[in-house]
């Protein structure tokens, strides 16, 4: 399976960025997916995730902020950030049920 994270960058308290993950062909819509992020020295936390069917679920941190969505025919898994507050700095991750195995090298989000 290969996952590839894109979309991160720098953007000021309140901005906005949308984050993707492009999947191998027949992973998005067929298994769990979730949405990590990680800053150094520190556990990696769940962001959001979303079922085969299309239902969601979010972290407290971040619920009412970001969306998770997926695009069955292009493959595509993405993580819409809004309002971002700093604590929100960190590596984001896009990872498979059910083992969520970080494959990619991730983005970076940087909120200042």
Avoid: H
């Amino acid at each position: 399976v290969q996952l590839v994270e894109s979309g991160g960058g720098s953007v000021q308290v309140g901005g906005s960025l949308r984050l993707s993950c492009v999947a191998s062909v027949d992973t998005i819509g067929r298994y769990c997916m979730a949405w990590f992020r990680q800053i150094p020295d520190k556990e990696r936390e769940g962001v959001a995730g979303i079922e085969s069917d299309g239902s969601t679920s979010y972290a407290d941190s971040v619920k009412g902020r970001f969306t998770v969505s997926q695009d069955k025919p292009k493959n595509m898994l993405y993580l819409q950030l809004s309002d971002l507050a700093i604590e929100d700095t960190a590596m984001y991750y896009c990872a498979k049920g059910p083992d969520f195995t970080f494959r990619g090298q991730g983005t970076q989000v940087t909120v200042s």
